[in-house]
């Protein structure tokens, strides 16, 4: 069935630091991709999202490529902030709606200053 | 503009009871859906409304069932609870049934014991 790996965290990084979180899917058909944050204490919120292959999305400095020969959507941002810290989720949609979700797991980022 | 509001916060209940979650959608958004995370499989779609119909369900069994109302506030059901439905249970709401964002609730804390 489909579905979504991303990698496994904590992921700790130096504020300045670059981030690459890896997310690969498993999807019959051509998914819409998105990349979800938690911040502490708040509840989940859209990154951005890409619906097409070679599209890219991008918000608040992240940026990530819908690559179908990898069938990837790694997520990267060039110079972290302590504000980024938070749980980050890769998602795909199921059907055309884009409202039934797979998630992966979540990779928790720390940033220290 | 109010956000996605879920009550209660926090329940607790035992195991073979029935049990009752509350979800009032962002104003005009007429597309809920209700998502279970827990620690070991993550976030997983159960279902999702759209003008009073369930238009999409996920993989769950039958005593996890929902409805929407014609003000777009909906409810979610859990019969003859087990341990393992303990979990913080998600609402989202979207304007549209496309790739609209998903606007997420802070959630219920369901504690089964």
């Known amino acids: 069935g489909d579905s979504v790996t991303q990698m496994e965290g904590p992921v700790t990084l130096s504020e300045e630091a670059f981030l690459t979180i890896n997310c690969t899917y498993t999807a019959t058909g051509y998914p819409s991709l998105f990349w979800y944050v938690q911040y502490p204490g708040e509840g989940l919120q859209l990154l951005l999202k890409?619906?097409?292959?070679?599209d890219k999305g991008s918000n608040k400095g992240f940026e990530a490529t819908y690559r179908k020969e990898t069938t990837s959507f790694h997520l990267e941002k060039g110079s972290v902030q302590v504000s980024d810290s938070a749980v980050y989720f890769c998602a795909l949609t199921v059907n055309q709606a884009g409202t039934a979700l797979i998630f992966g797991k979540g990779t928790t980022l720390s940033v220290s200053s | 503009k109010a956000g996605v509001t879920q009550t209660p916060r926090y329940l607790i209940k035992t195991r073979g009871q029935q049990v009752t979650l509350s979800c009032s959608p962002i104003s005009g958004h007429r597309s809920v859906s209700w998502y279970q995370q827990t620690p070991g499989q993550g976030l997983q779609f159960l279902f999702e409304?759209?003008?009073?119909?369930?238009?999409n369900k996920g993989n769950f069994p039958g005593r996890f069932s929902g409805r929407q109302f014609s003000n777009s506030r909906s409810e979610m059901n859990v019969s003859t609870l087990e341990l393992g439905d303990s979990a913080l249970y998600l609402c989202?709401?979207?304007?549209?049934?496309?790739?609209?964002?998903?606007?997420f609730g802070n959630g219920t804390r369901l504690t089964v014991t």
């Open positions: 409304y759209f003008s009073e119909t369930q238009r």
């Open positions: 989202a709401s979207s304007p549209r049934t496309d790739n609209s964002p998903l606007h």
């Open positions: 890409a619906t097409k292959a070679d």
